[in-house]
């Protein structure tokens, strides 16, 4: 008995080990992938998906194997097979193993490397928890209470892996010596699996001390609506993860690593309930409050301050979480049962992110599944009684019923041009009051009423102008709007505008935005178009396909566009005509710009434009060392290579900086303010042209022209020659502006 404390220890360090490295994975994963999709923002919730779906697979492996082998003799073949996939170490994760068909789905694509570069370890390590503790079951003397613990410890390793990533890991090891390090800490797991197998068979031995055999007494069955609670009580906080990380990186703030803070919530919560057991309702008595905050930020909209909505969206999700999560954890069953009540939370783990990142997309146009997902979760919450879990019954009927209600009210929003949104903080605060009350004198109604006003306020809005088109792709969630009755054709993706044309007579030719005649790329084109410089042009990035404006006759435009539905944007005459109208001649290269450039002949262009980027997020991939050597294979003699890096986050300068120093080039960077321009040549529609960023390199100072005497052209700010980012090392933290 002395060594109890020691063996809890022991079994509590492995299944912190073992999820520590399956968050740390995912995030490696995903950084080494990132080339073949083209830094796209869906990267993330896809890949949140699939390891959601590989933990359902490793839950059913643990249930299913000790229902047909039993604990004892299913514990060697999990041995077995983790010494198999060290056959695999160290891993391999380099992307042009997994480029497939350029063509296919990026889904698919992504898939694909995912299941054959770590599937199997991951699926290994995820069973891991599950198994350990039916293992410490097993063992005499250990309390019940202890299992759920081990759970508990489970989530604290991955929430550490998931902060260590982005704040240590990434800045200070090389993507190769990451892989490494995790292999050796795949190594001592194995270890400790081990010896956590040694220590079962010691008290299984015969004639051991407190020796329990092979199987636990099962209790009796458990009712299908328990089982439906289980899963919906975990399905509506998977899709509240993947939705709130959306619409916070698309329509709020697109803040590079603001995806860590909702998943770090989520895994708290799951710390939290399972960390004891006994729990209180302070979390289901604080979730109609959160819930009215967050209805205060939705229906002021864009007058509320960015911290302030970023902040009252965490917080609902994170009371949301922990009421559900709490209400699933208050009704686990007994240990006997656990890999089943497992099996089944994993379930609806999986099926709420395979609905945001695989079934919505196809069904909606907008980010829809967020507030879907708060409406339902708000329904179901209101449906629990503080008892026990109910049976089905009526009142889950009212899910549905109050989800057709949101998405009604959303339609007639749509319909007749009504914008809840930006009301008056009296107004909301009336609308939330009232709410309130309806929560604590009739929580059903409540439930439903908060359906239909999440449903109205969060349904898109054109904000008084005319929506030409909307759609939706693997790289986001875009549309055309008209404003000044038609006159002026917008593109937003979130808050974010990437181009514009005006349609009235005489004007459809000037590029708007960050791209007007006046700002730096503008004057990169003029100074080319001396002595017919820039006769081959390369643009990495379509959107509008503004910058053929800058075309001449003598001129060919090679536009490089990863999203096929930006291509059918640009192409159409009645949103865009720039490529159209454009007097040079334009094509464009679908795929990603790297690999598509790489099959392009060497010295092929006089001028390559870097201009892909999704809100403010930059595929880093496009910026790394090995990537500009890229594009100087592709550059003619004394060509030049201008980089577009406008971001209200990241500070680019000095990385590129750091890159052309390491490299031995020139380098220039440029930062326009129309507000100081007073020579802006059309007054009238200077609301249409924005500040802009720009950084410009050249092989030598002579290939830079008239432009290095120009204003605001100045030399480049450089960081440290070690800070240069290659396809092995980047971290956003060096970029980050700390303001």
Same mark, same amino acid.
């Given at each position: ?7 809890h ?6 299944a ?34 699939f ?20 604990t ?14 060290t ?9 042009q ?13 992504l ?25 410490l ?6 309390? $019940?209470?202890?299992? /759920? ?10 929430l550490?892996?998931l ?8 800045p ?30 010691? /008290? ?16 009796g ?9 289980w ?40 710390i939290?309930?399972?960390a ?6 302070g ?10 905050l ?23 999700f ?5 009421a ?73 009927w ?26 008056t903080?009296i107004?909301a ?5 009232f ?7 009739q ?26 088109y909307?759609g ?28 514009g ?6 004007k459809?030719?000037?590029p ?13 084109f003029?100074?080319?178009r ?17 910058l053929a404006?800058?075309g ?8 490089y ?19 159209r ?8 290269v ?25 809100s ?16 100087l294979?592709?550059?003619a ?65 002579p ?8 204003? $605001? /052209? ?14 092995? /090392? ?8 700390f303001?």
């Amino acid at each position: 008995m002395g060594l109890r404390p020691l063996t809890h220890f022991l079994f509590a360090l492995t299944a912190a080990l073992a999820a520590f490295l399956a968050f740390l994975l995912q995030p490696m994963a995903g950084k080494a992938l990132l080339p073949i999709l083209g830094g796209a923002s869906a990267v993330w919730t896809l890949c949140l998906t699939f390891f959601q779906v590989t933990l359902l697979a490793g839950y059913a492996y643990t249930h299913y194997g000790i229902g047909a082998a039993g604990t004892a003799r299913q514990a060697p073949i999990h041995l077995l097979l983790l010494l198999a996939s060290t056959l695999f170490l160290p891993l391999d994760l380099t992307p042009q193993k997994y480029l497939g068909n350029p063509a296919a789905p990026p889904e698919m694509r992504l898939l694909l490397a995912l299941i054959t570069g770590i599937g199997l370890p991951f699926l290994l390590l995820s069973s891991t928890a599950p198994l350990l503790q039916r293992w410490l079951v097993e063992i005499a003397g250990m309390r $019940p209470g202890d299992v /759920w613990k081990l759970y508990s410890a489970s989530n604290i390793g991955s929430l550490a892996a998931l902060l260590a990533y982005p704040l240590a890991v990434e800045p200070l090891l090389p993507l190769g010596s990451q892989i490494r390090a995790w292999s050796a800490g795949f190594l001592v797991f194995l270890g400790l699996v081990t010896l956590c197998m040694i220590q079962l068979a010691r /008290w299984h031995a015969p004639g051991a001390e407190g020796a329990t055999g092979t199987t636990l007494p099962e209790a009796g069955g458990i009712p299908p609506g328990r089982i439906l609670f289980w899963i919906c009580g975990s399905a509506l906080p998977a899709s509240l993860l993947s939705g709130v990380t959306a619409h916070l990186t698309v329509d709020v703030a697109p803040v590079p690593l603001l995806w860590v803070v909702p998943l770090a919530l989520y895994l708290l919560s799951f710390i939290i309930v399972f960390a004891r057991e006994q729990r209180g309702d302070g979390a289901e008595s604080a979730m109609p409050a959160a819930y009215a905050l967050l209805l205060v930020v939705l229906t002021m909209g864009n007058t509320c301050p960015i911290g302030f909505r970023i902040l009252a969206h965490l917080a609902a999700f994170f009371v949301m979480c922990l009421a559900l999560h709490g209400r699933v954890a208050a009704s686990r069953p007994g240990p006997a049962r656990l890999t089943l009540f497992y099996l089944v939370l994993s379930t609806g783990g999986a099926l709420g992110g395979m609905f945001n990142s695989l079934v919505a997309p196809r069904l909606f146009s907008t980010l829809a599944e967020y507030p879907i997902a708060l409406a339902l979760s708000a329904l179901f919450a209101a449906s629990i009684d503080c008892g026990s879990p109910p049976p089905v019954s009526w009142r889950w009927w009212m899910g549905p019923v109050g989800a057709g209600a949101g998405i009604l009210g959303m339609w007639l929003t749509g319909c007749l041009g009504v914008d809840p949104s930006g009301l008056t903080l009296i107004q909301a605060l009336g609308v939330t009051a009232f709410l309130l009350w309806l929560a604590r004198h009739q929580p059903v109604f409540w439930g439903i009423a908060f359906a239909v006003w999440t449903g109205c306020v969060l349904a898109p809005s054109a904000e008084g102008k005319d929506v030409l088109y909307r759609g939706r792709s693997f790289y986001g969630v875009f549309r055309v709007v008209a404003s000044e009755e038609g006159r002026v054709h917008l593109l937003e993706h979130g808050n974010i505008h990437h181009g514009g044309q005006i349609r009235s007579s005489g004007k459809e030719y000037y590029p708007l935005f960050y791209y007007s005649r006046e700002s730096p790329v503008g004057q990169v084109f003029r100074e080319l178009r001396i002595g017919r410089r820039a006769k081959r042009v390369a643009v990495v990035g379509l959107g509008t396909g503004g910058l053929a404006a800058y075309g001449r006759p003598w001129q060919q435009f090679t536009f490089y566009e990863i999203d096929p539905l930006i291509i059918r944007i640009a192409r159409d005459p009645a949103l865009f005509t720039y490529l159209r109208d454009s007097p040079a001649r334009c094509r464009i290269v679908a795929g990603d710009a790297r690999l598509m450039l790489g099959a392009a002949a060497d010295a092929s262009y006089d001028l390559i434009v870097l201009d892909a980027y999704s809100s403010d997020a930059i595929p880093l991939h496009l910026l790394t060392r090995e990537a500009i050597t890229l594009y100087l294979r592709k550059l003619a003699p004394g060509g030049l290579l201008l980089f577009h890096v406008s971001n209200r986050y990241l500070d680019l300068e000095p990385v590129l900086g750091a890159i052309s120093a390491s490299l031995g080039l020139s380098v220039l960077a440029a930062r326009y303010d129309p507000g100081d321009d007073e020579q802006l040549h059309y007054e009238q529609d200077a609301r249409y042209v924005f500040s802009s960023k720009w950084v410009l390199l050249a092989r030598s100072v002579p290939d830079f022209g008239g432009l290095a005497r120009l204003r $605001p /052209w100045n030399h480049a700010v450089a960081g440290s020659a070690g800070a240069a980012w290659t396809d092995d /090392w980047s971290s956003l933290l060096y970029a980050w502006r700390f303001r």
